[in-house]
């Protein structure tokens, strides 16, 4: 079993929709969670971060965790053409300083 | 500057050959991290240095990767023996420091390809 799992996708939604991603992990013990947005060609960019069971919310953005499922999810509202990149899921292992990184979601949103 | 810097941006070079990665962490950031990336995978951990000192190195894959800080500030992500399987994104990203809340930011990457 992969230390974080995502299905990679492609993830297609039309544009205002509520985009849902998915990811799971494998160490009971992880405390932090991160979701990091990729454009092709360039660098992970951080968007969402969740430490604490239940919802955390930033503008569009919802991240939701569920330690005793083992899951966390990123829900995006209002989707928008320029939404469309790979999500990637990431779980520190060993202390905050190595983040392990699922494959990524790559999501379409279409106009 | 404002974001972390990676030099160069694109880099290829021939199978056996030596390869030298620059980074550049943004100003007063402490720790720094190297990661590769693969097509169509997430970014793997190679190394974190807080400070001068290579704290974890427990992702470099074999003894043809070494990287140094010796200042504090600027590392470098030595390949020696470059072998095709080395192909990758090569991202090097700063933070505060290495406790929980503080943000990673990744540079750009340099792409390296091994022929």
């Known amino acids: 079993q992969k230390e974080v799992e995502q299905n990679s996708g492609p993830l297609s939604v039309p544009e205002g929709a509520i985009a849902s991603l998915n990811c799971t992990y494998s160490?009971?013990?992880?405390?932090?969670f991160f979701w990091y947005r990729q454009y092709s060609g360039k660098s992970p960019e951080l968007i969402m971060s969740i430490y604490s069971n239940g919802d955390k919310e930033d503008g569009r953005f919802t991240a939701q965790l569920n330690k005793a499922s083992q899951y966390v999810s990123l829900l995006i509202r209002d989707s928008q053409p320029s939404d469309s990149a790979t999500y990637l899921c990431a779980v520190p292992r060993g202390g905050f300083q190595k983040l392990v990184f699922g494959t990524g979601t790559r999501l379409l949103v279409s106009p | 500057g404002a974001g972390v810097s990676q030099t160069p941006s694109n880099k290829v070079t021939e199978k056996g050959k030596y390869v030298e990665l620059r980074c550049d962490p943004i100003?007063?950031?402490?720790?720094l991290y190297w990661y590769r990336q693969s097509l169509g995978q997430g970014p793997e951990f190679l190394i974190y240095f807080q400070g001068t000192g290579a704290a974890d190195d427990s992702g470099l894959p074999n003894d043809r990767f070494f990287a140094v800080r010796p200042e504090g500030s600027v590392s470098t992500l030595k390949i020696q023996r470059t072998e095709r399987g080395d192909s990758a994104v090569y991202l090097c990203?700063?933070?505060?420091?290495?406790?929980?809340?503080?943000?990673?930011?990744f540079g750009e990457g340099s792409w390296l390809t091994v022929v």
């Open positions: 990203a700063s933070s505060l420091n290495a406790a929980r809340g503080n943000t990673i930011y």
């Open positions: 100003s007063g950031h402490t720790a």
């Open positions: 160490d009971r013990g992880s405390q932090s």
